[in-house]
């Protein structure tokens, strides 16, 4: 009864009874990665997003002195991930500097990315480049959105990572993150307290992701605790490019990429419903949450704070720094 | 871009782009009404809720054994808030007593309720009634939804409340209060999280409320609070049960009786968007949130606790109890 409150016209929800779910979990999750100081004691702040774990870290590391100009290393800076983090960081007054680690196959390339050159050093120099950009660069903080390795690689020079594990999902440098925490905080402060409500996710994503979004499943993780029942398998994919323009709306250009969440809830009667929906286009809202990232690490070195593990519910906590 | 998960037709966000807004305020404000204990110490739980303040109270009262046949008074029983809750006692369990306080037009008149006889009270025998009902019935729980001189009639034989004005809002007895608590965790940990997005409100009650809807204005201060700009004014109410049933999606047995609420966040670049919504037809959500009250309370009654003011926050954090 209560289901939609603008009324739609290909309804998917008359079509697809499924029950809903709110859930709050995997955010939580932390774990540190051990420090390894085989070689060096030399420090820098790390941004790092790659498919599986998501860290952001702070490592011992000399003061910046004010948020533009901010020195930060963009690695895989071909991929696109790198390009939208690259832009984001000189839109906000960012000092991207010209060197990234990349593949074996673009060692020693360069590549124009927003008419700027970057010479790209292989798996074989990263650590040598990394402590010629650090020498120039003393206050650079690196943003990595490459595979876990390159983490591991910088872990070599000596830092500390605090890893939140996020089933492989990268979208957690976004306000998205926001809204999950919301959740997790209600499913543990009300337990039970949407009992026999049933629920319905939808979730629509490029054709090229096969699995379910990790996102759903954290949230529906909280609608878990908050006592509707809703199994994963119940998560409606939509995959389909036709039924994303013409049923969900995404726009064509952003067939390729984006990730549109919607949960719907509805009362035992019928008589009372509720909804959450969390769209995504493209990568701007990754890029602009890694800036804040960014932002964020270099203001707690300059401010020479004591702690050394962040994560994007740290970088939400402190506000609008911009 | 990203503005809605499902394409709607007439798409009233289309014609009215208004900024957004979270927000988290109201409900935290509590204040306690003081005890008199004019004539008697005897003490009995009561759950209020009138039009302003909402309340919930806790009295030193003898225990219940059981959730089932706890037994509850439920004053202005022939108004439509007093049917709702009695229905809804009465099926789930509890032993709703013949007898209700009401206005003296009805006093000594008998009304039948859900195939019961209720005897009125009007305001010159309130107190006389009271006390041979807590004789019959020690552990009664009151539920009132008069003015609140109702209230203060019952303070005059002894009660501690726990008032969390709320605008004159009477929905607070309900799930909707989870959801404007989250609300306000996410603003007080969050601030600024949101700023630079674009807040669009949308609500849609029944025509004879005139005023913007106060569980509206809450959850807009708490977008205020995550950094965007909202004036109340810019709330879009909606009245005409013509768009009620053909834009918003009211079903039109409930065009005299609904509570719908719409927010759409838009991040500045319009990639994002984040729509939250709570749409409630009729009354049965409040009647069964005033039923889990009064379990929850007989529930606090048997354990002795030692508290005595609770609120709706304190309800669902109890979890389900049935």
Redo the contacts between chains.
Sequence with gaps: ?????????????QRHQNPFAFVANSISARTSVPISQKRRSRSFALVSMSATPVETSLVKSPPSSQNTGIPIMVNACTGKMGKAVINAGEAAGLNVVPVSFGCDEESGQTFEIGGKEFLVHGPSDRESALVSALERYPNLIVVDYTVPNAVNDCNSIGAIFNTFSYEGNAELY??VV??L???E??AE???????GYSLQV?E?HQASKVDASGTAKAVISCFNK??VSFDMDQIKLIRDPRQQL????V?EE?LSG?A???YHLT?P?D????????????R??YAEGTVDAVLFLAKKIEAKDEKRLYNMIDV??E??MR
């Design positions: 009864m209560a289901t939609s409150f603008l009324k739609t016209t290909p309804n998917v929800f976004c306000k926001a809204f925490a919301a959740m905080i209600m402060q009300f337990p039970g307290a949407f009992s939808l629509s908050l006592g013409e049923m969900v709306g726009p952003h984006h549109f969440h919607m009362s009667d008589t009372v419903s509720f909804e959450f929906q969390h769209n995504v286009c493209g701007s809202i939400l906590r506000g609008n």
